[in-house]
């Protein structure tokens, strides 16, 4: 006779979690609560609370490159913020440099919205599939004017204008890619501003 031995259970192994889509008030729930207040790797994506890529070196040092860039050009009444949120409908990013309308203080008690949003940046190394898939698709959704990826690996930064907004399939119309020996335009709420070197943004 063959008797069934049960296996000793693992106790270090967390129960399933049940999986579900949460609106962006019930995230900000979350966050009330604390329960990531000891992690904050997280963001909400599409209704999905998703894990943020981690950061390696040239990505931080391109990030905060071209937070300086920016700061320096831009006209007192708009702002940077470095991989700060913004809420979106569904979703809550947080990217890597957005181009703001107000100061510090105009976003005490809430996030920017995509009214107050001229630009957002993403700095891409190992994100660059995502950052060209989903995060291209959110914020042209959001019908946000431009989103530039810095692509670290390619030395080139690529500016993606005129969102479809609201649609079946969400995208920037247009596309322009600039090489490390050329200068990106920099235009805020319609007004041209100097223009970046590319190579003033990569690490």
């Not at 000891?38 to 209704?47: A, K, N, P, S, V």
């Not at 995502?130 to 959001?142: F, G, N, Q, T």
């Amino acid at each position: 006779m063959t008797l069934a031995v049960e296996q000793p259970r693992n106790v270090d192994v967390p129960p399933p979690i049940l999986m579900k889509r949460w609106t962006v008030q019930e995230y900000h729930k979350l966050i009330e609560l604390g329960i990531f207040a000891h992690d904050e790797r997280f963001e909400l994506l599409e209704g999905w609370i998703v894990a943020k890529v981690s950061k390696n070196p040239p990505h931080e040092s391109s990030v905060h490159l071209t937070n300086r860039a920016c700061q320096r050009r831009l006209p007192s009444e708009w702002d940077t913020r470095i991989q700060a949120p913004i809420t979106l409908e569904d979703s809550e990013p947080e990217p890597d440099v957005a181009i703001v309308r107000g100061d510090a203080r105009t976003y005490a008690c809430r996030h920017p919205s995509p009214s107050d949003i001229a630009i957002v940046i993403e700095v891409a190394d190992s994100s660059l599939l995502d950052d060209r898939r989903r995060k291209m698709r959110l914020y042209a959704l959001a019908g946000i004017a431009e989103f530039w990826i810095i692509n670290i690996s390619a030395s080139q930064i690529e500016v993606h204008s005129d969102p479809t907004g609201p649609s079946g399939a969400p995208a920037y119309r247009k596309q322009v890619v600039w090489k490390i020996d050329q200068s990106v335009p920099l235009v805020v709420d319609g007004q041209q501003l100097s223009p970046i070197p590319v190579k003033d943004l990569l690490p």
